[in-house]
């Protein structure tokens, strides 16, 4: 009995300290490989179903830890970075939230309208730094046998939008429009988008016109008063 109890202990006493060198090794081969990856960084989750195109909230994600080597550069981190945009796609619970499925909110004020992204190629060309409110006019070229004919497609068209680096311009277009400028991209030979006058200035020269008197310019006045002087020079003698 006292060696059954004996050998028992001694059993006991090995399952333990062999309990306790695999719990070593293990946490060792843990700590290597964590070394190996290396540093961490944060990605967003998603916590929950979120459907295509609408509005992207901070509560609607969580903070992922994934380690740097396996972590990719479109992969979104940081909160900000969903203010004022939505998903194209729908994300499930568990997605991961990347930059390519981003794009920024319409709010498009007329039913009838559409925004068209229009892209910086080497068919499609940029004469100017476009801004939001700019208007545009659009021109196209096409070959044809024998030559080739350009063609204004379309004139004062608003700057919706644009991307950074203006890579891109979004045009508030209505459908006909649209599908008129996709025919376009698709076979034109090159596209020219061009700066067009504003309709605010427009507006301020032709007011700042009519204050003339009797329609002049102020050269023309000038001129007009350079004559009246020498006119009462010459009486005055």
Do not use: C, W
């Not at 060198?21 to 081969?29: P, V």
């Not at 740097?68 to 499930?92: D, F, T």
């Not at 309208?113 to 006019?137: G, I, M, T, Y």
């Amino acid at each position: 009995m006292q060696d059954a109890k004996r050998r028992a202990m001694i059993f006991a006493m090995l399952s333990v300290v062999l309990a306790a060198i695999a719990a070593y090794y293990f946490l060792e081969q843990s700590n290597q490989l964590e070394a190996g990856l290396g540093d961490e960084r944060v990605v967003l989750v998603a916590k929950k179903n979120i459907k295509s195109r609408e509005p992207l909230k901070p509560e609607y994600f969580e903070e992922m830890p994934v380690p740097e080597r396996y972590a990719k550069s479109n992969q979104v981190s940081n909160p900000s970075q969903l203010e004022g945009q939505v998903s194209v796609v729908a994300l499930g619970k568990g997605d991961q939230l990347t930059t390519n499925v981003l794009r920024p909110i319409t709010q498009l004020d007329d039913p009838s309208k559409r925004l068209v992204l229009l892209r910086a190629s080497n068919r499609v060309l940029f004469d100017e730094l476009f801004n939001a409110q700019d208007r545009v006019d659009i021109v196209v070229s096409y070959e044809k046998e024998g030559g080739g004919t350009t063609e204004l497609l379309m004139n004062d068209k608003l700057v919706y939008s644009v991307a950074q680096g203006n890579k891109a311009v979004g045009l508030e277009l209505n459908l006909k429009e649209a599908q008129a400028l996709i025919k376009a991209e698709n076979f034109a030979h090159s596209i020219r988008v061009i700066k067009a006058p504003q309709k605010k200035n427009l507006s301020k020269r032709a007011r700042q016109r009519n204050q003339q008197p009797n329609g002049t310019n102020p050269a023309q006045q000038q001129s007009n008063g350079q004559t009246g002087q020498g006119t009462m020079s010459q009486g005055n003698q």
